[in-house]
């Protein structure tokens, strides 16, 4: 299991970011506070609050190749 924080701007943000997660094969969680939705359900993620940064946590072994996809959105 792999926990990172990401921040999504915009709608467009949203939707390219779900794409990104669709690709993998992973159970893929995304929270904001005590509130924990699918990362791949584009209606998940809008009701978290957007404006802060959000906590995705990816549930597999071999995380790279999603947190390499999603580098553009990962608060550094």
């Keep these: 299991m792999t926990s990172v924080e990401i ?5 467009q943000d949203i939707r390219t970011f ?3 997660v669709s690709r993998h ?7 904001s506070g005590r509130y924990i939705v ?11 609050d957007l ?3 959000l906590t995705l946590t ?3 072994e071999d995380c ?12 550094k």
Excluded: R
């Design 7 to 11: 921040k999504l701007a915009s709608i």
């Design 18 to 20: 779900v794409e990104k």
């Design 25 to 31: 094969d992973m159970e893929v969680d995304l929270s």
């Design 38 to 48: 699918d990362a791949k359900s584009i209606m998940g993620i809008f009701s978290l």
């Design 51 to 53: 404006a802060n940064t």
């Design 58 to 60: 990816a549930h597999g």
């Design 64 to 75: 790279d190749d999603l947190l390499t996809d999603l580098s553009e959105y990962i608060v």
